[in-house]
């Protein structure tokens, strides 16, 4: 089935609440044989599943594991495989980095350079964060502007920053200048396209990354930056044009907040508390149709491997939802932006649960919030991009198609 | 959901069977309202369906019955409706003809023809294969070169045979000679585009042709061949271009193991019994990634509509599946082309059961391999070409998608 122009069926209606329980998903891995869903405690899901309808989600494509961006773009309604965003877009939204349209962004690696200019650790010894900083916060002071282009270096994690260029007539056509090897030079940035504006920005890359090299000159690990995955924020239509939704972020982490920016929503406070987070909700609900409202802890409960802490935190999200509700959404949605199962302490790609709750849905035989159970579920198992238009329905979004 | 090109996502991981029972699908038409496979005896496919996650695949499209190669280019990742064979080149398969590139195939049909060289039996008589093969041989003796391109002849079953033109310069588009009716003669072959390449092989095919006749005149019944379904090999990528693995063939049919060969899987041997072809996949096991088994013997006692054999080759079809197991694979697949219920003696458009066996999976509720306990199964209703996918994931064969 493929993408549908919603625009013309556009109308006012309800509000809509999202809450993405990161990395819900798992496989039956416990100690009886049970998802980490199945053995938590969730006695407000579960009600929610009973009053509402239920599914599973694909986040991306059958067996493909997605990263955050491509989980979450699914669950706004946008096909991850048609949206994508330049790594060095994606690493400026991981950090709050507030990119505009023209700006060129780049994922850098600090590396260790040789006494001849050759690269001898492509990750400079792995340095941890609190080494790096201060590097970054030395290059942010002292490169700052290349032929009137403006210089913005800003520290991700451990060996890792992000640069950006702003200025008139920048690219983002720039080959990386990472030669994935040890024992040569780093590469020079080189246009990847005939554009002009790709021409001028891979010059400008050059000088700044020359600059930065010298700025770096008497560091003992971190004396040499390579750069990665140029890219500009994309162009996309927001979530208002597409789908007719003021739409809000609560989210606790930068790399949320900046995927849900990128396609149009405002940025309300957030802390990665819920009780406070679901306050944050609560604050701007008249001023909103559409909230997505992010919890971090169960992906990273998954990513560390960590059975007991996922199914703690899978109850800590379960407990939020009475607040939710007293706000009075007239659709509330729990889900995942993909499967990170703490047996495999990763992103996977199994479908996540999916449960919607409205006083519209036709109701199934899902009798609680899980895996299993949503098999069963009147949603089905369809792609997450489904969402949306799924929610706008419920909300009385959508007018009828045709006569 | 459309396709979505794996390639960039591809990294090494473990092995995978694919244990096609052919025709597997059956309708509940047995004495106790069940299907074949909801008869027969199937510890182990039990055992690995309780063990793994199990669903339903639509070969090709709702309603829409396939034959035996788009059925298997499914299976194999590869969108039937996309990928088409031309009916010479499939032939050419079936009959276990190498064809090369260039190389262009077409269906013959021996006919009976009058003394004014007018079609008198489309089929000279339904001759059995006894009396064809000879004429065949024939053929491949007196017509072996014209105007320097080779021609081959080779048998295929009662009344039919296959035709293949070897040169420089050929193409594929030529109409048949078959007037579908009697009392006219054959058609001239005349090119159906505009390409020097077809013109030249029409005219080929003519010399061809009227030689043939020559060499045929003093034939009782088959004195006269019509050429159908001109075709070349497909030039398509391999399924290591495409998923990354190393695949073998292990089937005692020359059809399916010319499909396989289409999509660049290594022959190994195999005789359609079960238990040597399963050796011949355990002799090169160290050599591949992928294996596609393929048991025949379903299918036949389906199209023969006999339910009581089809439920027998079932039975030993599960019975080879520990020495499968014994070999280690990371992903064991067992599913089926289509569906031949024993009750209409022919493939039908019935979804197919499939169970995928991984230490990865996540289990559902269906506890037997079977039609109608796969409806509840993880993996859902989905088209055969999405089994790929979920195949290399399984098997730790595809990265994150995105960041």
Same mark, same amino acid.
């Given at each position: 089935?493929?993408?549908?122009?919603?625009?013309?069926?556009?109308?006012?209606?309800?509000?809509?609440?999202?809450?993405?329980?990161?990395?819900?998903?798992?496989?039956?891995?416990?100690?009886?044989?049970?998802?980490?869903?199945?053995?938590?405690?969730?006695?407000?899901?579960?009600?929610?599943?009973?009053?509402?309808?239920?599914?599973?989600?694909?986040?991306?494509?059958?067996?493909?594991?997605?990263?955050?961006?491509?989980?979450?773009?699914?669950?706004?309604?946008?096909?991850?495989?048609?949206?994508?965003?330049?790594?060095?877009?994606?690493?400026?939204?991981?950090?709050?980095?507030?990119?505009?349209?023209?700006?060129?962004?780049?994922?850098?690696?600090?590396?260790?350079?040789?006494?001849?200019? &050759?690269?001898?650790?492509?990750?400079? /010894?792995?340095?941890? $964060?609190?080494?790096? #900083?201060?590097? =970054?916060?030395? *290059? +942010?002071?002292?490169?700052?502007?290349?032929?009137?282009?403006?210089?913005?270096?800003?520290?991700?994690?451990?060996?890792?920053?992000?640069?950006?260029? &702003?200025?008139?007539?920048?690219?983002? /056509?720039?080959?990386? $200048?990472?030669?994935? #090897?040890?024992? =040569?030079?780093? *590469? +020079?940035?080189?246009?990847?396209?005939?554009?002009?504006?790709?021409?001028?920005?891979?010059?400008?890359?050059?000088?700044?990354?020359?600059?930065?090299?010298?700025?770096?000159?008497?560091?003992?690990?971190?004396?040499?930056?390579?750069?990665?995955?140029?890219?500009?924020?994309?162009?996309?239509?927001?979530?208002?044009?597409?789908?007719?939704?003021?739409?809000?972020?609560?989210?606790?982490?930068?790399?949320?907040?900046?995927?849900?920016?990128?396609?149009?929503?405002?940025?309300?406070?957030?802390?990665?508390?819920?009780?406070?987070?679901?306050?944050?909700?609560?604050?701007?609900?008249?001023?909103?149709?559409?909230?997505?409202?992010?919890?971090?802890?169960?992906?990273?409960?998954?990513?560390?491997?960590?059975?007991?802490?996922?199914?703690?935190?899978?109850?800590?999200?379960?407990?939020?939802?009475?607040?939710?509700?007293?706000?009075?959404?007239?659709?509330?949605?729990?889900?995942?932006?993909?499967?990170?199962?703490?047996?495999?302490?990763?992103?996977?790609?199994?479908?996540?649960?999916?449960?919607?709750?409205?006083?519209?849905?036709?109701?199934?035989?899902?009798?609680?919030?899980?895996?299993?159970?949503?098999?069963?579920?009147?949603?089905?198992?369809?792609?997450?991009?489904?969402?949306?238009?799924?929610?706008?329905?419920?909300?009385?979004?959508?007018?009828?198609?045709?006569?």
């Amino acid at each position: 089935m493929a993408g549908m122009d919603l625009r013309p069926l556009i109308q006012p209606g309800g509000k809509i609440v999202l809450f993405v329980w990161d990395g819900l998903g798992g496989i039956t891995s416990g100690p009886n044989g049970e998802t980490e869903l199945q053995a938590a405690r969730t006695p407000n899901a579960d009600r929610l599943a009973r009053e509402g309808v239920c599914g599973r989600l694909v986040p991306v494509y059958p067996g493909v594991t997605p990263g955050s961006g491509p989980g979450h773009l699914g669950l706004f309604g946008y096909d991850p495989i048609e949206y994508q965003i330049g790594r060095g877009a994606l690493e400026a939204a991981g950090v709050g980095f507030d990119l505009q349209h023209g700006d060129v962004a780049a994922r850098l690696n600090f590396c260790t350079l040789d006494a001849h200019g &050759r690269i001898s650790d492509r990750r400079a /010894g792995r340095i941890p $964060t609190e080494e790096s #900083k201060p590097v =970054v916060e030395k *290059l +942010a002071r002292e490169v700052r502007e290349v032929d009137g282009v403006k210089v913005f270096w800003a520290p991700v994690k451990e060996y890792r920053a992000l640069l950006v260029l &702003r200025g008139e007539g920048l690219g983002d /056509g720039v080959e990386d $200048t990472d030669p994935q #090897k040890t024992g =040569v030079a780093p *590469l +020079a940035p080189k246009a990847s396209d005939d554009s002009a504006a790709s021409a001028r920005t891979a010059r400008i890359a050059a000088k700044v990354l020359q600059k930065a090299h010298a700025c770096l000159a008497g560091q003992p690990k971190a004396n040499g930056v390579l750069a990665r995955g140029f890219a500009m924020r994309p162009h996309w239509p927001t979530v208002t044009e597409r789908f007719g939704v003021k739409a809000a972020v609560v989210a606790g982490t930068p790399m949320y907040r900046g995927v849900a920016k990128l396609v149009g929503m405002e940025e309300l406070p957030a802390c990665n508390e819920v009780a406070k987070d679901v306050a944050s909700v609560a604050a701007a609900w008249d001023k909103y149709d559409y909230f997505f409202l992010h919890y971090k802890h169960t992906d990273k409960a998954g990513e560390d491997g960590d059975f007991k802490a996922k199914v703690h935190y899978i109850e800590e999200a379960d407990a939020a939802i009475p607040a939710i509700e007293k706000l009075g959404p007239d659709v509330l949605i729990v889900t995942a932006d993909h499967s990170t199962p703490s047996a495999m302490k990763a992103h996977s790609w199994h479908p996540v649960p999916v449960l919607l709750w409205a006083k519209t849905v036709r109701h199934d035989r899902a009798e609680r919030f899980d895996e299993i159970s949503c098999i069963t579920g009147g949603l089905g198992l369809m792609p997450s991009e489904h969402l949306m238009p799924l929610a706008l329905a419920h909300a009385g979004r959508l007018a009828k198609f045709g006569a």
